[in-house]
C-alpha cells in the first residue's frame, strides 16, 4: 500500500527564516509520482511540483526548492527567507504509475510569523 | 477557463437528507475525482473516474455516488447524509491519471446536523 508521511504537524518560523517541510512516502512501484500542494487559509489547493520516480534533480523555484532522495525515500519541501504570505497547510502526495491510489499526507501548517 | 468549479459553496444538511454536489470542468481532462477533507486531515479520495462512463471506487466510497454522463460533469451523490460525512468535498481533474498535478475546484463545505 501506498502511504505519505509528514511528520511535522505545525510549524512555526519568524518571517526571513528558512524553513524545510519533510515528507516521507512508502511504495512498491518503480515508477511513481510525488508531488505538493499548497493550501492557504482561502482554502483553495494550490500545485507547486511534480516530481517522477526517475528524475532525482533537485528543482529550485525562486525562493522554494525540492529535495528528492529515493535513498531514504524522502521529498522535502525548503522555503527560503520565508514570509507570511506562506503561512498555508502544505500536503505532500504520491500516486503510482498509472495514477492509482493517489495518496495525500496529513499535511504540515505552516506559519510564519511578521 | 474557468477550470474546475463546485457547487454548492456551503451547505447545512440534516441527517437522513440526501443532495448532489456538482463539479463541471471546462479543460476537456479525461480523469476526475472527489476527495473530503476532514478538519485538520489530509484528503481523502472518495471516487474517482477516467471517463465519461467509468467510475471507480478509491478510499471512502461508503455513503456515496457518482455518476459521469458527459467529460465535463462528475456529480457526487449523498444518500442518507449522516453526521460523519461533515467534511470539505474537493473535486478535482487531471488530464492523465497519476502521472500530471490534479487542479481543484474552490471545494463545498457540508455540515450533516
Known amino acids: 500500500a501506498q502511504k505519505v508521511t509528514q511528520a511535522q504537524t505545525e510549524i512555526s518560523v519568524v518571517e526571513k527564516e528558512d524553513v524545510t517541510l519533510d515528507c516521507v512516502y512508502e511504495t512498491r512501484d518503480t515508477t511513481y509520482y510525488l508531488f505538493w500542494y499548497k493550501q492557504p487559509p482561502s482554502g483553495e489547493l494550490v500545485f507547486l511540483i511534480r516530481?517522477?520516480?526517475?528524475?532525482?534533480q533537485n528543482e529550485i523555484s525562486g525562493r522554494y526548492s525540492w529535495n528528492f532522495q529515493k535513498s531514504t525515500s524522502s521529498f522535502n519541501f525548503t522555503i527560503t527567507a520565508s514570509q507570511v504570505v506562506d503561512s498555508a497547510v502544505y500536503f505532500c502526495?504520491?500516486?503510482?504509475?498509472?495514477?492509482?491510489?493517489?495518496?495525500f499526507g496529513p499535511g504540515t501548517r505552516l506559519s510564519v510569523l511578521p | 477557463n474557468a477550470g474546475v468549479t463546485q457547487t454548492p459553496k456551503f451547505r447545512i444538511l440534516k441527517i437522513g437528507q440526501s443532495m448532489t454536489l456538482q463539479c463541471t470542468q471546462d479543460?476537456?481532462?479525461?480523469?476526475m475525482y472527489w476527495y473530503r477533507q476532514d478538519p485538520g486531515m489530509g484528503l481523502k479520495l472518495i471516487y474517482y473516474s477516467v471517463g465519461a462512463g467509468i467510475t471507480d471506487k478509491g478510499e471512502v466510497p461508503n455513503g456515496y455516488n457518482v455518476s459521469r454522463s458527459t467529460t465535463e460533469d462528475f456529480p457526487l451523490r449523498l444518500e442518507l447524509a449522516a453526521p460523519s460525512q461533515t467534511s470539505v468535498y474537493f473535486c478535482a481533474s487531471s488530464p492523465l491519471m497519476g502521472t500530471y498535478e490534479q487542479y481543484f475546484g474552490p471545494g463545498t463545505r457540508l455540515t450533516v446536523t
Open positions: 502526495a504520491l500516486s503510482g504509475g498509472y495514477g492509482q491510489n493517489f495518496v
Open positions: 479543460m476537456n481532462h479525461n480523469y
Open positions: 516530481r517522477n520516480s526517475f528524475d532525482e
